[in-house]
C-alpha cells in the first residue's frame, strides 16, 4: 500500500520561495508534481526518477527544482521566484517507473497525495 502526504504550502508574496514536500512509503517510483488552479486543468510540474533524473514543465524552468532522498522516500520542489500564476493546489504522485515520455501524463500515476495550497501573491 502506496501513501502519499504533502506539505510546505502556503501564501507568499511574489518572488518569494517555498519548499515543498512529499512523504511517500510502499515502494519504489518515479514521483512528480502537479498542480491545478482554479478554472484549469491539471498540469504537470516537475518529475524525478529513482535515479534522479529530473523534467519540469517549461513554465518552470529555471525557477523549480526538483529532488528526493531516497533513504527517507521523501520528495521535494524547491520553488524560487514565485509568481502569481503559479498559485494552484500542487499534488504529489507516484507512480512504478514510466519512460520519460509518461511522466507528464496525470493519467499515468497511480497514488496521489491530497494536495498543498500554494498562494502568490502579486
Known amino acids: 500500500q502506496v501513501q502519499l502526504g504533502e506539505s510546505g504550502g502556503g501564501l507568499v508574496q511574489a518572488g518569494g520561495s517555498l519548499r515543498l514536500s512529499c512523504a511517500a512509503s510502499g515502494g519504489t517510483f518515479s514521483m512528480a508534481w502537479f498542480r491545478q488552479a482554479p478554472g484549469k486543468e491539471r498540469e504537470f510540474v516537475a518529475a524525478?526518477?529513482?535515479?534522479?533524473?529530473?523534467y519540469y514543465a517549461d513554465s518552470v524552468k529555471g525557477r523549480f527544482t526538483i529532488s528526493r532522498d531516497n533513504a527517507k522516500n521523501t520528495m521535494y520542489l524547491q520553488m524560487n521566484s514565485l509568481k502569481p500564476e503559479d498559485t494552484a493546489v500542487y499534488y504529489c504522485?507516484?507512480?512504478?517507473?514510466?519512460?520519460?515520455?509518461?511522466?507528464?501524463?496525470?493519467?499515468?500515476?497511480?497514488?496521489w497525495g491530497q494536495g498543498t495550497q500554494v498562494t502568490v501573491s502579486s
Open positions: 524525478i526518477t529513482w535515479t534522479a533524473g529530473t
Open positions: 504522485a507516484a507512480v512504478l517507473h514510466r519512460p520519460p515520455n509518461e511522466l507528464g501524463d496525470f493519467r499515468r500515476y497511480a497514488y
